[in-house]
C-alpha cells in the first residue's frame, strides 16, 4: 500500500501518555509519537538506526549521556546501540521518530 | 553529531522551486522538501526505500501510477525502485521524506 492515513497506522502504548502511530516499509519505520504532558521514556537502547524530529511541541532527548530540548523542525539521531531517552514538559508534545531496520517488536 | 537544526542540514535545490535540507546517519536519512507552489519533481526512480509525510500544506504524490494528495500527517511509501512524483499546489508546503539507505547523489 502506497499510501495511509492515520486510521491505518498501528496503535501502540509504551509508556503512560506515550502513544505510537505506526507505519513501515521494508527498510524504513515511521513512528507517530505523542507524548502527554509530563511524560516520560526511559533510557533503552536498541540496534536499529533510529533518526527523528518534533512535529510539534518540545521534547527533551537525552542521547548517548547528551541532554537537549528537540524543538520543530530539529532533528535527532540515535546510532545503533546508544543509550537514550524522551521526555515532554508541562505541554503535549509530538515527534515522528523513524526507523531502520523496522523495529519488529512494535509491528 | 546527536543532534542537529535547520542550519546544520545541508541543502540542495534539486528541481525549481523544490529544495531540500538533509541530514542523514549510517542507514538513515531526512530530507525536508521546501516546494514553492506550483512545483514539481518529475517521475523517477532509486533502489533506496523512500517514506515520508506531508509536515505543511498539501502535495500529490503518485506512486507506481497511484496518485494521492497526501495531507499533514498521512504517509507514503516508495518501495525500491518503483517509480514516483510529486507536486505542490497553488500555496507551499513542506514535506519529510526519508531514505534507507541514504541518498549518497544528496550527501
Known amino acids: 500500500m502506497y ?6 497506522f498501528k496503535e501502540r502504548e509504551i509508556a503512560p501518555g506515550v502513544r505510537l502511530r505506526l507505519t513501515w516499509g521494508e527498510r524504513l519505520m515511521m513512528s507517530f509519537v505523542s507524548l502527554q504532558p509530563n511524560s516520560v521514556v526511559g ?3 536498541h540496534p536499529h538506526e533510529q533518526m527523528g524530529t518534533v512535529l510539534k511541541g518540545e521534547v527533551e532527548m537525552v ?10 523542525g530539529e532533528a535527532y539521531l540515535v546510532p545503533s546501540n546508544v543509550e537514550h531517552s524522551a ?10 521518530d523513524i526507523f531502520s531496520p523496522p523495529r519488529e517488536d512494535y509491528k
Open 87 to 96: 521526555r515532554s514538559f508541562d505541554k503535549p508534545a509530538l515527534a515522528l
Open 3 to 8: 499510501f495511509s492515513a492515520q486510521k491505518d
Open 43 to 45: 533510557n533503552h537502547r
Open 63 to 72: 542521547i548517548g549521556g547528551k541532554a537537549r530540548v528537540v524543538r520543530e
